[in-house]
Nanobody
Framework: QVQLVESGGGLVQAGGSLRLSCAAS????????MGWFRQAPGKEREFVAA????????YYADSVKGRFTISRDNAKNTLYLQMNSLKPEDTAVYYC??????????????????WGQGTQVTVSS
């Protein structure tokens, strides 16, 4: 079982950047495709980005495409999310998780499990 810890969130002005990290305190991330999701107050948790376990293929929500970059360092057992040109609507708690089921697509929240505790990102206008 994988245990994850997200970090790197904070308060930033619109147009700024943050880099989120997701480190495994238990388990090996290299065996999994990994995803980032976010949840704003009063809203459902939504897909942000994913990366495959083998060739490093990446997938993004339309709302973040061109601004966010997902990457992984298997040697460090860590997943990253570089967020540039941040907007107030990016404000949310950001979560990482491994894709452990293959019933849907990379965008399907139900395919992911063993969520971290999340890290808060707040973008001020």
């Amino acid at each position: 079982q994988v245990q994850l810890v997200e970090s790197g969130g904070g308060l930033v002005q619109a147009g700024g950047s943050l880099r989120l990290s997701c480190a495994a305190s238990r388990g090996t991330l290299s065996s999994y495709a990994m995803g980032w999701f976010r949840q704003a107050p009063g809203k459902e948790r939504e897909f942000v980005a994913a990366i495959s376990w083998s060739r490093g293929s990446t997938y993004y929500a339309d709302s973040v495409k061109g601004r966010f970059t997902i990457s992984r360092d298997n040697a460090k057992n860590t997943l990253y999310l570089q967020m540039n040109s941040l907007k107030p609507e990016d404000t949310a708690v950001y979560y990482c998780a491994p894709r452990v089921y293959y019933s849907g697509t990379y965008y399907s929240r139900s395919d992911y499990n063993y969520w971290g505790q999340g890290t808060q990102v707040t973008v001020s206008s």
